[in-house]
């Protein structure tokens, strides 16, 4: 079991440019989520999956979009990035929303 | 809604030191309650998990007990090591099944322990 994989590790874009950072995990979890974490703030939401093909918002959605078409894959997209989205992001899964969370290692992102 | 606070860092101690790190919490009924660390450079994994009032969790030496009538799940461990220093984060999942999704976080505790 790999668990919950990210890529890439680090990034580093220009504002304006847009990308995508990869998630995966090899659970069968039916719960996904997207964090970032920005010094002195803890974790924040920025969106949630409870399930292929169903997502919804988190605390700090905004300049972020999501898909889920299959379980295994939940996949962010930044459009047109920005430096205030510097940060580290971290996906998570779970077998339920009431359970443990499992991390992956986070994806360093900054913005210039 | 619901909420997490924890006591701010950063928190220095000795070895061989007893460790206290404070949570405490609002939600409506009975969430279930977390502590996770983060080790440097790595995601947030589990440390230890408590369903229910007066449940104790523990793992590697670290407790905490879900206290509801003070609303609070501190985490102790009785002697620290220095492999111990990381970032600790207390949360919490609501008990309705539209929170189930969203565990809420404290903002976390920075432990470093001298040698």
């Known amino acids: 079991n790999a668990g919950v994989t990210q890529t890439p590790k680090f990034q580093v874009l220009k504002t304006g440019q847009s990308m995508t950072l990869q998630c995966a995990q090899d659970m069968n979890h039916e719960y996904m989520s997207w964090y970032r974490q920005d010094p002195g703030m803890g974790l924040r939401l920025i969106h949630y999956s409870v399930g292929a093909g169903i997502t919804d918002q988190g605390e700090v959605p905004n300049g972020y979009n999501v898909s889920r078409s299959t379980t295994e894959d939940f996949p962010l997209r930044l459009l047109s990035a920005a430096p205030s989205q510097t940060s580290v992001y971290f996906c998570?899964?779970?077998?339920?929303?009431?359970?443990?969370?499992?991390f992956g290692p986070g994806t360093r992102l900054t913005v210039t | 809604g619901n909420s997490v606070t924890q006591m701010e860092g950063p928190v220095t101690l000795s070895e061989e030191a007893f460790l206290t790190i404070n949570c405490t919490y609002t939600a409506t009924g009975y969430p279930s309650l977390f502590w996770y660390v983060q080790y440097p450079g790595e995601g947030l994994q589990l440390l230890l998990k408590?369903?229910?009032?007066?449940d104790k969790g523990s793992n590697k030496g670290f407790e905490a007990t879900y206290r509801k009538e003070t609303t609070s799940f501190h985490l102790e461990k009785g002697s620290v090591q220095v492999s111990d220093s990381a970032v600790y984060f207390c949360?919490?999942?609501?008990?309705?099944?539209?929170?189930?999704?969203?565990?809420?976080f404290g903002s976390g505790t920075r432990l470093s322990i001298r040698p």
């Open positions: 949360a919490l999942i609501g008990p309705s099944y539209s929170s189930a999704s969203k565990i809420i």
């Open positions: 998570a899964s779970s077998r339920q929303g009431a359970s443990e969370q499992y």
């Open positions: 408590a369903t229910k009032a007066d």
